[in-house]
């Protein structure tokens, strides 16, 4: 015995928590006594580790008799579970996409088919960020007091239900009010990035929620293609239909996505809580922590004044500042690009040394070439997010964004001047690129800080 002790005493001895998670305890006078301490407490061998060594998965809860989901979710790591969930939510969020990325395509056709004027095209497009911002809140609500996967089924059922019946809309009117209820279920669409988050290890989250957005750019790629395929032939009415394709799947596998384990034990619900993480467990291939499921300690919920308290009042006005120039970059380019496109890159109409102002009934389909030009910026937010977490390593969050709100202003400034076609679809590429990812990396950044304050 006094052999094994002393063999033992020359290595760093791990004391196991609940999390998985150890500490290396250099004091040789505890180490006798740590060592004694954990075989007698528990029926499992004492274990020493080599530097670097990692903590065997068998051993994830041996010391205590209680562990949260938090630690069960760390315990049991990131496997297969996860990457069928990040399939399943990625459908959620690359339709939310095509919703919004069908704008673009869809004005235009519309200001020409029914002669609208540009006040009610740009009233058709307000219409949907408008249902956004009146539902985002809501959807909330429901989430909490109904579960996370009850609120992320009803607005993507809301969503298909409104974006089929916008294709059979015979007037201005009906495609204004079924617009606007569309993008009433889109403001439940991040509803999918909460429950994601909460089935994630903490070593995983911050890039499995950037890298969820990869769904973000295949949903408006996706858009961009079928607009292709079915806009010369078939029409928008079409193109409305089948892009609820997405929704549609969702609606068949969401019987296999599990409510967030964290809710249950919040709203008392621990057998259902203990369920789900064994199924994530047998799933990823791993045993279940030792010990007895319980809840954690819920502190006072958080009320809208408490952003504006003087520890939160700057890091609020900044966010929401930060979070509003994004979305107005973002989206404006997006919407901008066809009617650049359209414009062929020449500064407007000239007449001898005048430049004449165009008629805001006259109007312009998209061609071939303006789909393809409209493509290829698309496909500018694959190569940006591989920028972005490279950059990300290098300079931190807040730096990264800095850097691409500068570029995306760079490439935006010389679109104001005279630009050839292949010049322009070159600066709304880069421009899309930084934009899109500083987008979704403000978006990362702002779940984060909710989970923190949370205490996720």
Known sequence: MDDDLFQLRQLP?????????????????????????IAEQTDLESVALTDGAPVPREFANPTDDTFM???????????????????????????????MMILSILAPQLHCEWR???????????????????????????????????????SVLWTMFYGVLSAFAPVYGWILVLRAL??????????????????????????????????????????????????????????????????FIFSMLCCWLPESARYDMLTGNHEKALSTLKRIAAENGVPMPLGKLVAARQEERGKIQDLFSPHFRWTTILLWFIWFANAFSYYGLVLLTT?????????????????????????????????????????SEFPGLLVTLWAIDR??????????????????????????????????FIARAFIAEDFKLHMCTLQRCIQQRAGL
Do not use: H
């Not at 890159?345 to 805001?360: D, I, P, V, Y």
């Not at 730096?399 to 709304?428: D, E, H, Q």
């Open 13 to 37: 001895v791990v004391r196991f928590r609940r999390t998985g998670e150890s500490t290396r305890s250099e004091d040789d006078g505890e180490n006798r006594e740590q060592i004694v301490r």
């Open 69 to 99: 989901v938090e630690d069960a979710v760390e315990a049991i790591g990131f496997g297969t579970f996860q990457w069928k969930l990040s399939i399943l939510t990625g459908l959620a969020w690359m339709a939310d996409a095509m919703e």
């Open 116 to 154: 609208l004027p540009s006040l009610e095209v740009a009233l058709l497009t307000s219409a949907v960020f408008i249902g956004m911002m009146l539902s985002s809140s809501l959807w909330g609500n429901i989430s909490d007091k109904y579960g996370r996967k009850t609120g992320l089924t009803l």
């Open 182 to 247: 569309v993008g009433f279920g889109i403001g439940g669409a991040p509803q999918s990035v909460t429950l994601y988050s909460e089935f994630l290890p903490m070593r995983s989250r911050a890039t499995c929620i950037l890298l969820i957005e990869i769904f973000w750019a295949l949903g408006t790629v996706f858009e961009v293609l079928l607009a292709i395929l079915v806009m010369p032939t078939l029409g928008w009415r079409w193109l409305l239909g089948l892009s609820t394709i997405p929704l």
């Open 339 to 379: 009617e650049l496109f359209q414009e062929g890159g020449a500064c407007g109409m000239t007449k001898g040394n005048r430049r004449e102002l165009g008629c805001n009934l006259e109007c312009k389909y998209l061609n071939s070439d303006d789909y393809k030009d409209l493509l290829w910026t698309t496909l």
């Open 395 to 428: 300079l931190g969050r807040r730096k990264t964004m800095a850097l691409c709100f500068f570029v995306f202003s760079m490439c935006i400034i010389p679109l104001y001047g005279c630009v050839g076609r292949t010049s322009m679809t070159v600066l709304i």
